[in-house]
């Protein structure tokens, strides 16, 4: 019944859509194999979830529904991967179960569930390893460990967690160090051929803003169960939250931890690994973003589901107002605005065939020049002081050239003899990027013809026609960028 409630609220919205990260999924998907391992190598992620999402593609189509189907399909198996998981760690029933609802509702994990990104393939590989340490199924913690490793550089947290738990599960157990060696030398290749390189693309600019508060681990935690900053009810989850960590903290005691290899196991890859992230964000670069942390969100559900069940009375406590929370963001969310993912196309018929369209973010450039793929797209340089673009590695096997182009000087350039500005102000923006941007609404205003906005960037398209005073322009020459083939 849990299996089938939580596959029944992950199938809206399969067909929306694709959203910026997607895009770039799609895009890089659909690359010939030399140049999509050339992307991905100047990219912050490893080339295993494209390679399958590639493979797959070609055998269902590059559609929406197609791209998105795996990762659902990752969520639905991730429900019964946590309960077998807490059986197998002797949890009580009720522990089990309330797991498994936490999985099955949780609305990070529906969200996740619907995306065309390697974070619920990677959740399931995950809990698929783990299964293996506490059954001996080493095969199983081989093939788990490498395929999240290959999907995600960022689940070496959690990997480092499970390592630590087989420390104490398995020390004394041959096949365990067999099995590391076995990912060590899996992994190997990545690392030397991209994860080290991936690593200082991260260092040099990873768009995630630093830590200021203890209050971000909160944050993280609190999106890994409700994902509800864009929704009113981020009071309610912030309070279900830090009534969960009060319970994890409260249950601790390192005697029972040390006693039991369940709770031993669930702190490991539960917890440490968000710790490890705060300290990398801090002394590193920063990385703690709950997406990221997507690999320890079921241990998480775990040990949450373990202290809430000590107590009946906290159980119904918990379970009853995650519950109402839950169901809350996800009919608010599904119903009302895809889960607070920007719907490209919903209403516009703004771009006509031979408008050129010029774009102050890749947000907005990569998603349009995917549903517009014969119409001229130009990209102002990113000089964001922190970045929120892609290398000039990935940037080159997508095509993708940021132009130098004054604007008073192209509009007359179409055969529509009219523009189209995609203009995005973000929270990344620099001083000078939002001084340039504002200039350009302040004077398109008049014009905008569709709006965008969400808690962190507020964007919108402009119609802009030739003015008469530009015609002896209309015979320079522009760069073209090189455009995406359009799909099938």
Not at 192 to 200: I, R, S, W, Y
Not at 211 to 240: E, H, M, N, Q, R
Not at 388 to 398: R, S, V, W
Request: proline share 7%; glycine share 6%.
């Amino acid at each position: 019944m849990i299996i089938g409630v939580g596959a029944l609220v992950r199938l809206p919205d399969l067909t929306a859509p694709l959203w910026y990260d997607e895009v770039f999924s799609a895009r890089v998907t659909a690359l010939p194999l030399p140049r999509l391992l050339n992307a991905t190598a100047g990219d912050v992620h490893p080339p295993g979830y494209y390679l399958f999402l590639k493979g797959w593609c070609l055998l269902f189509s590059n559609s929406e529904l197609a791209l998105r189907v795996p990762s659902m399909l990752a969520g639905i198996a991730l429900i019964y991967l946590v309960y077998r998981l807490a059986s197998a760690l002797s949890l009580t029933h009720p522990a089990c179960v309330g797991a498994s609802v936490i999985t099955a509702l949780a609305p990070f994990q529906v969200y996740y569930s619907q995306e065309a990104r390697p974070y619920a393939v990677v959740m399931a590989a995950l809990v698929l390893a783990a299964l293996g340490l506490v059954e001996r199924r080493w095969w199983w913690f081989i093939i788990g460990i490498l395929g999240a490793l290959y999907c995600n550089t960022m689940a070496l947290f959690v990997v480092i967690g499970l390592g630590l738990a087989g420390l104490w599960l398995a020390r004394n157990d041959r096949h365990y160090w067999f099995s590391i060696g076995a990912i060590g030398l899996g992994y190997l290749p990545a690392l030397l051929m991209m994860v080290l390189t991936q690593a200082g693309n991260v260092s040099n600019g990873y768009w995630i803003l630093p830590p200021f508060s203890p209050g971000k681990l909160i944050s993280v935690i609190d999106d890994l169960l409700f994902f509800s900053p864009k929704t009113p009810f981020v009071f309610a989850s912030a309070t279900l939250t830090a009534f969960a960590v009060y319970l994890i903290l409260s249950r601790f005691s390192l005697p029972a931890v040390l006693d039991s290899p369940a709770l031993y196991s669930l702190y490991s890859a539960g917890v440490i690994p968000i710790c490890l992230a705060a300290i990398v964000s801090m002394l590193w670069t920063p990385v703690l973003l709950s997406r990221a942390m997507a690999g320890a969100a079921p241990f998480l559900y775990l040990l949450i589901s373990w202290a809430a069940t000590q107590d009946k009375l906290t159980a119904r406590m918990w379970f009853a107002g995650a519950g109402l929370v839950m169901a809350s963001v996800l009919l608010g969310g599904i119903f009302t605005n895809h889960m607070g993912r920007v719907d490209w196309l919903a209403g516009n018929d703004t771009i006509q065939p031979g408008d050129a369209v010029y774009h102050t973010s890749l947000g907005s450039y990569l998603p349009y020049q995917y549903y517009w793929p014969n119409n001229p797209h130009y990209l102002m340089p990113q000089t964001h002081s922190i970045a929120n673009d892609l290398t000039p590695q990935t940037k080159k096997a997508l095509s993708i050239d940021s132009a130098e182009i004054p604007l008073d000087n192209v509009i007359c350039q179409t055969p529509a003899r009219r523009w189209v500005l995609g203009l995005t102000l973000s929270a990344l923006n620099t001083p000078a990027d939002a001084e340039t941007i504002t200039a350009l609404q302040t004077q398109y205003a008049p014009y905008r013809v569709k709006h965008a906005q969400t808690v962190f960037s507020d964007g919108g398209l402009y119609v802009v026609n030739c003015p008469a005073a530009l015609q002896s322009t209309q015979n320079q020459t522009i760069p073209q960028n090189s455009q995406s083939t359009p799909r099938k």
